[in-house]
């Protein structure tokens, strides 16, 4: 439903000793932009960001159990909250970290490196009744409704809470176990087999 535009020619490293990633996505941008970004330590949200730093060659020294907004934000606190810490990030968020930590008297620099844009699909292209649809992020869902009329028969999977909070109201859905694509793949099979066997 998206796709990426990379909107940063290079990243501003000064007075950072950490950096952090959300997504993937940001981990593969930073890496087009400049190299430079694996010589500083990460902090890495989520398990699939966590992979794509260690394949690109990075080191992750803090990867929080749970990755939600606030309790992210409260563990930076606990941890890092002597670190300088460069955020790099896509244009939009579904958590504001920056203001919350702001709140704690640290202070989060942040870099826009990436932005999404939504894919455009002829209507014929919905996805017929009955389907079980993944979202993996807030922005899938918005890209989505902008193109297509939720049906009441549709089951959503999410790859988590922050993500669950963007559904139309009353829509039936699921949250995967992790917070990775494979999980909710994982879990639109429980469903349909569920289905399949009533």
Known sequence: ???FETVAKKIDFSGCDTLMFTSKQAVKTADEIDPVWKHYPCIAIGGATKKQIETLGGEVVYYPKHFYGKVLAEDIESFFST????YLRPKEVSFDAKAFLAQKDIILHEQIIYETHCMEYPKEKQPPEESIIIFTSPSTIHCFLKQF????????????EATKAHLPENARCAV?????????IEKAQEILLSSNTK
């Not at 670190?83 to 460069?86: E, F, N, P, T, Y």
């Open 149 to 160: 009329a939720w049906l009441d028969s549709y089951i959503a999977v999410v790859i988590g």
């Open 1 to 3: 439903m998206i796709r």
């Open 83 to 86: 670190r300088h810490i460069l």
């Open 176 to 184: 995967a176990k992790k917070p990775l694509i494979d999980a909710c």
